[in-house]
């Protein structure tokens, strides 16, 4: 059968040759193998790399050591060249196994984005209904981020598809950033202007709109837009919220 993996190690063996030498040129030196006692190391790696595999503990690091002891202890170049073979192959046969395995995955977060459409010193809030997430209490103009969209394009098409307003990208200021334990991160922009009156475009999901005062939210606004804006009132630009004092 063909080990797909073997052609893909050998070229990056290759490549790393031809970069040494390239930076070092021909290298001729003395083996330096055999000599007192090297025989003997040999044989004390080949009996610990059995009796690791009787346990049941055998590595990859138990076989190269053993294979290139063995190659250490050889003075005759022919027999050395042999045992220097197998060395390689070892060494080519583990990087095929580490490239098996499944690559460890990359902690993603959600990102949402949220709109802040403020006016003589008031919100515009909403409030929320028929989505099963905290229906019944009011929040921003927001949603998630989707493929291929910058988090100001999204930040525009939420207002577009829940307030009805056009807002340019450039009438977009950045306001907070909040880190919600542990896989959300929340960015809130404030609207410097924008065309059209906000008004409820989506009443399969929202009950009503309101302008409120941003130091008298009420009581149930979802607690982490309003933490946020207190944070924004304050001209604080990064919150973690709902992360324990431990970490």
Not at 85 to 90: F, T
């Given at each position: 059968?063909?080990d797909?993996g073997?052609?893909?190690v050998?070229?990056?063996?290759?490549?790393e040759?031809?970069?040494?030498?390239?930076?070092?040129?021909?290298?001729?030196?003395?083996?330096?193998?055999?000599?007192?006692?090297a025989?003997?190391?040999?044989?004390a790696a080949k009996?610990l790399?059995?009796?690791?595999?009787?346990?049941?503990?055998?590595?990859?690091r138990?076989?190269?050591?053993?294979?290139?002891?063995?190659?250490?202890?050889e003075?005759?170049?022919?027999?050395?060249?042999a045992?220097l073979?197998?060395?390689?192959?070892?060494a080519v046969?583990?990087?095929?196994?580490?490239?098996r395995?499944?690559?460890?995955?990359r902690?993603?977060?959600?990102?949402d984005?949220?709109?802040?459409?403020i006016?003589?010193?008031r919100?515009l809030?909403?409030?929320?209904a028929?989505?099963?997430?905290?229906?019944?209490?009011?929040?921003?103009?927001?949603?998630?981020?989707?493929e291929g969209e910058?988090?100001?394009?999204?930040?525009?098409?939420?207002?577009?598809?829940?307030?009805?307003?056009?807002?340019?990208?450039g009438d977009?200021?950045?306001?907070?950033?909040?880190?919600r334990?542990?896989?959300r991160?929340?960015?809130?922009?404030?609207?410097e202007?924008?065309t059209?009156?906000?008004?409820?475009?989506?009443?399969?999901?929202?009950?009503?709109?309101?302008?409120?005062?941003?130091?008298?939210l009420?009581?149930d606004t979802?607690?982490?837009?309003?933490?946020?804006?207190?944070?924004?009132a304050?001209s604080?630009?990064?919150?973690?919220?709902?992360?324990?004092?431990?970490?």
């Open positions: 059968m063909t797909h073997l052609a893909r050998l070229g990056d063996v290759a490549a040759r031809a970069a040494q030498d390239a930076r070092w040129g021909v290298q001729e030196f003395p083996d330096g193998t055999g000599g007192d006692g025989a003997a190391a040999a044989d009996r790399v059995g009796a690791a595999y009787d346990a049941g503990h055998l590595t990859w138990d076989v190269l050591h053993e294979e290139v002891l063995e190659a250490f202890a003075a005759d170049p022919e027999r050395l060249r045992e073979i197998q060395v390689a192959a070892v046969k583990w990087v095929q196994a580490l490239d395995r499944p690559a460890k995955q902690f993603r977060v959600i990102v984005v949220h709109v802040l459409f006016r003589d010193g919100v809030l909403g409030r929320r028929g989505t099963g997430y905290g229906d019944g209490m009011w929040h921003l103009p927001s949603g998630h981020l989707e910058s988090v100001v394009e999204a930040a525009c098409r939420e207002a577009r598809e829940e307030v009805g307003v056009i807002i340019e990208s977009l200021t950045f306001a907070h950033v909040m880190h334990a542990p896989e991160v929340g960015l809130f922009f404030v609207a202007k924008w059209g009156e906000p008004y409820n475009a989506e009443p399969d999901k929202c009950a009503e709109l309101g302008w409120w005062p941003l130091d008298q009420p009581a979802i607690d982490y837009p309003a933490a946020a804006l207190r944070k924004v304050m604080e630009p990064f919150a973690l919220h709902e992360w324990s004092t431990d970490h």
